[in-house]
């Protein structure tokens, strides 16, 4: 057993083996570090993996959403997007890049995803100033979509997926499974590949559609809105510039290392899975909230492993004395600077605010040792015991 002193445990880091730096260092050596042939196999295998048409590999998480946001407000209209303010800002700061108002609803208080409830209510008394829902499979927690995709085929709203945190997971209904990505029930869904993410690319991201039209227009936008010559063949260096574009490519180099962690996510999501379970026996009885998703019928990616207590701030710090660094997701969007000052300070997030005041994120990634969720798991009880 390590002493007090070895520890060093964060919430989450990358797990990368001699497979990943032999795929990079073999891409270096080849010749496209970017626009490159890996991209393109990168898409076709994350397409392949969630079961959707098309996959639009891009520079970060941030750069999926905002692409996606503005293929589905091409026009740059004034309109509210149904949203929820427990995530990182990106999620709404993409919206604001497209001239679009996030409006956020409640999360619902038994899974920490947006309330499916609030937004039928938003809706059923003003719908016309909407244009979308985004959601966030917060945690790893698949949000029900089929009762999304309803609710926005009835008021005619495009869905995004912010699906960060849901790589892996999946929809179970009759039976059926829809991986998270599929975008069966959604205009799109969005990733992130930030090193404490399921897999990691350094920083990447990538955008999932079946639907064409969507699949052009990214293409276009990622790289400029430059749309190249491929009729003319005398004359091959033409090219058009049809959108106002921008520079979002994901270079060869990441997607090498994306493809290389790809084939070991499944294993990741076991681990994951592995690891909640165990908190999950552990730390019952504590005067704590355990995530609420055991029961599910869905597949949890588990992100993120949240404990709810009352003295969080307490608990954060002793752990930290110790050597395990657990982090707070996330401040709420709607208490941020920025967005009280262009969207008022008056919003009713009970739900929200309540959970903020006692979250608290856990070590969870695959690299985790039992010695090491032994000594987490042993730290906590001793706070709450002592």
């Not at 407000?73 to 427990?86: A, C, F, G």
């Not at 208080?109 to 059923?124: G, R």
């Not at 499979?137 to 029900?144: C, M, Q, S």
Request: charged fraction near 25%.
């Amino acid at each position: 057993m390590k002493s007090v002193m070895q520890y060093k445990i964060p919430y989450g880091k990358q797990t990368i083996d001699d497979a990943d730096l032999n795929a990079v260092v073999e891409t270096l050596k080849s010749d496209f570090l970017t626009q490159g042939p890996k991209v393109v196999e990168f898409e076709k295998q994350i397409a392949e993996y969630c079961g959707a048409k098309y996959a639009v590999a891009c520079s970060s998480g941030t750069a999926a959403l905002h692409m996606s946001y503005r293929v589905l407000n091409l026009k740059l209209e004034e309109k509210k997007v149904l949203t929820t303010s427990l995530s990182f800002s990106a999620t709404t700061n993409a919206m604001l890049y497209c001239n679009l108002t996030p409006e956020f609803v409640d999360i619902d208080p038994q899974n920490y995803c947006i309330s499916i409830e609030a937004i039928e209510e938003k809706l059923k008394s003003d719908h016309e100033n909407y244009i979308g829902i985004s959601l966030v499979h917060f945690a790893g927690l698949p949000v029900d979509m089929k009762r999304i995709k309803e609710i926005a085929d009835k008021y005619n709203l495009w869905v995004v997926e912010d699906a960060c945190h849901a790589l892996g997971a999946e929809l179970s209904y009759d039976n059926k499974i829809s991986k998270i990505g599929s975008s069966e029930f959604s205009s799109c869904s969005t990733f992130s590949f930030h090193p404490v993410k399921h897999i990691t690319t350094g920083e990447g991201g990538v955008i999932t559609t079946n639907d064409d039209a969507l699949y052009e227009k990214l293409m276009l936008l990622r790289s400029h809105g430059i749309k190249k010559n491929s009729e003319e063949k005398d004359e091959l260096w033409k090219q058009d510039l049809i959108e106002l574009g921008f520079n979002y490519r994901m270079p060869d180099i990441n997607a090498a290392l994306g493809i290389s962690q790809l084939n070991k996510l499944d294993g990741f999501i076991l681990k994951r899975n592995e690891i909640a379970k165990l908190y999950d026996q552990e730390l019952t009885g504590l005067p704590l909230v355990l995530p609420k998703s055991n029961g599910s019928k869905h597949k949890h990616a588990y992100h993120l492993y949240v404990i709810l207590t009352e003295k969080r701030k307490d608990l954060y710090h002793f752990l930290r004395e110790k050597g395990i660094f657990t982090q707070v997701h996330y401040v709420p969007i709607h208490q941020m600077t920025l967005y009280k000052e262009t969207l008022g300070q008056n919003l009713n997030l009970k739900n929200t605010d309540y959970y903020y005041e006692r979250c608290l994120s856990l070590p969870i990634y695959p690299k985790l040792s039992r010695e090491e969720q032994s000594y987490v798991i042993s730290n906590v009880r001793r706070f709450f015991q002592d």
